[in-house]
């Protein structure tokens, strides 16, 4: 009896260890298939822009998306396309915002990092974060109804909609992307660096500029260029308060319209689905996905090539 009673159990522990090891073979599948997604996504996205794009150059030629200086798709008697002005508008707004983001964010993140109290960075970080948390939108009809008015009393010619507004409001909501990753560069420094440098009779703000934030440099200025590539890529605030000008200019004060608005605009009806201006926006589109990916790239890039090992 006890014989079979231990036949029984080592059959029954015999078909666990099978299931055991039917559900670890499972394991590594799930997790590539999750995995993938990403992958596919991605690939599938640049898929469905090469193919419309080729739509929208054969019956556009490259030297006049690329070096005419008009875009007027829907003019039905003469229909231009050119990127030139959307991509002036988009260029014009990145500088506005990263000359808001760069400064404040990068002396936030010095203040985190080497003068604020413990207490101070537990208070003051979360507040910084906030900010990124706000909805875009919120912050396009905060440039349309306060920046804009307020900035149009101090200068008269500024239109209604124009590139300033949005461009330093999308510098506002970068702050706390380049402080974030700024701060988190500074503080990997190692404490021995700091000390070594005050121990030789330097003050706290020389051993900030002249030691800890040339040791961080490639983390910051990383940061830099994904603020940069962020604001290549917002699309509310510009589409709420820069306007829909497409004319080539690089005026700040007019109404000018950057890529990710142009894209809005197409897709909202204002184009026929096949028609050659409905085409433009892929071709839009895949212009501004190569901006960004070179962007992280390069970002990538200065990371490994300037990065300090301690």
């Known amino acids: ?7 029984s159990a080592l059959i029954k522990e015999k078909r666990q260890k099978s299931k055991r090891q039917k559900l670890e073979n499972l394991v590594p599948a799930f997790l590539f298939a999750a995995a993938s997604v990403s992958v596919l996504t991605t690939v599938g996205i640049l898929l469905t822009l090469i193919v419309e794009t080729a739509m929208f150059f054969s019956e ?15 003019n039905r008697n003469n229909p231009t396309f050119s990127i030139l002005p959307l991509l002036s508008a988009t260029l014009l707004s990145t ?10 964010g990068l002396t936030t993140a010095v203040y985190l990092s080497e003068y604020a109290t413990e207490s101070a960075r ?12 706000i909805p875009t939108i ?4 905060f440039a349309f109804t306060f920046v804009t008015p307020v900035l149009r009393e101090i200068i008269p ?13 999308m510098g506002i909501m970068i702050i706390p992307m380049v402080a974030s990753l700024s701060e988190d560069a500074l503080s990997s420094v190692p404490n021995s660096m700091r000390e070594g440098a005050m121990a030789f009779g330097a003050t706290k703000f020389e051993a900030t500029v002249r030691v800890v934030i040339p040791a961080a440099i490639s983390g910051i200025i990383a940061s830099f ?24 200019t690089f005026d700040i004060t007019q109404s000018m319209q950057t890529m990710t608005a142009y894209i809005v605009e197409v897709t909202s009806g204002d184009a026929g689905a096949g028609t050659t201006a409905y085409y433009s926006l892929y071709a839009v589109a895949i212009t501004l996905f190569f901006f960004t990916l070179a962007m992280n790239m390069l970002a990538k890039y200065i990371s490994k090539r300037f990065r300090e090992a301690y």
Not at 1 to 7: G, I, P, Y
Not at 157 to 169: A, C, E, F, K, Q
Not at 225 to 248: D, F, P, Q, W
């Open 138 to 141: 919120v912050y396009g009809f």
């Open 122 to 133: 537990r208070v003051l970080k979360p507040i910084v974060e906030v900010l990124a948390g």
């Open 157 to 169: 010619i500024l239109d209604r909609t124009n590139i300033l507004s949005p461009g330093i409001v």
């Open 1 to 7: 009896m006890a014989q079979s009673t231990s036949v």
């Open 95 to 104: 500088v506005i915002a990263m000359f808001v983001a760069i400064p404040i």
């Open 60 to 74: 556009v030629s490259f030297r006049e998306f690329f070096t005419s200086t008009e875009m007027q798709p829907l």
């Open 225 to 248: 260029v994904l603020g940069i590539s962020r604001a290549i890529g917002e699309t509310m605030i510009v589409t709420i308060a820069s306007g829909s000008n497409k004319n080539l």
